[in-house]
């Protein structure tokens, strides 16, 4: 299996009420199923994930997550081959709201989180590590 990590960031598309839980519940059942891990993050308008496992397991995914309209333009910022996971325990943390601190998130870029300003693919993982504990 060749283990791959991949970032990508979007735009939030008329998200509901308990939309959040429901994209979490059935993350957490599939990434479960197919030993994908990673993080997930919400804040603004914005969402930034990273998603780590096998890369046959990991492309299906995010075929099937750019497709949902819950969100929109999708940017791909990263798909690497990986020596190990970042996220080994979590089928998908979640980082959102009040929960995010916008104090890591200035060390890493300027102004408010805006994922589709950030370049390096190794300071975006440092920062998703540093806001998931
Ligand atoms: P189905 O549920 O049959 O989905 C078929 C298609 O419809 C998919 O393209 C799906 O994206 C889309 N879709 C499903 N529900 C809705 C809805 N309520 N509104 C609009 N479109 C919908 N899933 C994971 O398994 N792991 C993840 O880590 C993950 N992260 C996500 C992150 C974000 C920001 C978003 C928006 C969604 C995420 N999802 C994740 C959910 C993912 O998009 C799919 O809904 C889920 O994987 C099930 O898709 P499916 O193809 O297996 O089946």
């Excluded at 993050?41 to 819950?70: M, P, T, W």
Aim: charged share 25%.
């Amino acid at each position: 299996m060749f283990l791959v990590r991949m970032l990508y960031c979007s735009v939030l598309n008329g998200i509901g009420d308990g939309d959040v839980e429901k994209i979490l519940d059935i993350s957490h059942a599939n990434n479960a199923l197919d030993n994908i891990t990673g993080v997930l993050v919400y804040n603004g308008g914005h969402f930034l994930q990273c998603l780590e496992g096998g890369r046959r397991a990991v492309s299906k995914r995010f075929v099937s997550i750019a497709a949902d309209k819950r969100h929109k333009d999708v940017e791909i910022l990263d798909f690497s081959p990986i020596a190990e996971r970042r996220f080994p325990t979590w089928t998908m943390q979640y980082v959102g709201g009040t929960n995010l601190d916008q104090g890591i998130v200035s060390t890493y870029t300027t102004g408010e989180f805006d994922p589709r300003r950030m370049i390096f693919p190794d300071a975006i993982v440092d920062m998703l590590w540093r806001l998931a504990q």
